[in-house]
């Protein structure tokens, strides 16, 4: 387990797990918002978070925000980096044509954290072979 700091701003909620084996906790909304149907709305959590050295934090929807109100994270997962120290938003999209509201203290999302390696890129005159090769798009039937 890894220590994960937040300041809060009043009203706010620490993000928090339902279930004691959920790889993604919970993210509360801080306010209330009318997102109309095919539109798109930051939505404030009042937190602000610090991530350990080598850890980022990815923001994604929940899924039963997503089957009953087509409400999700439009960029999903969204990544908060570990240096980032600004405030944690969550872009939610409402699919539907009806308006959606979001309340303060609902479920907006889930928060799952990930170890990351970053890799050293480098320019090369060919790849390797592979089975596979350049087939891709549906090359295996779907």
Do not use: W
């Amino acid at each position: 387990m890894i220590e994960v700091k937040f300041t809060v701003a009043e009203g706010a909620q620490l993000p928090s797990y339902a279930h004691d084996t959920d790889s993604g906790a919970d993210l509360f909304s801080n306010e209330n918002k009318v997102i109309c149907g095919g539109e798109t709305e930051m939505i404030d959590t009042g937190l602000q978070i610090e991530l350990p050295p080598g850890y980022e934090a990815q923001v994604r929807s929940k899924s039963g925000l997503a089957c009953k109100s087509t409400i999700h994270v439009l960029n999903s997962p969204g990544t908060i980096d570990c240096g980032y120290r600004g405030p944690v938003k969550v872009i939610l999209h409402n699919a539907g044509r009806e308006p959606f509201t979001v309340t303060r203290g609902m479920k907006i999302a889930q928060l799952v954290l990930a170890p990351y390696v970053q890799g050293q890129f480098s320019a090369v005159d060919e790849l390797s072979n592979t089975a596979r090769g350049v087939n891709g798009f549906g090359s295996t039937g779907q």
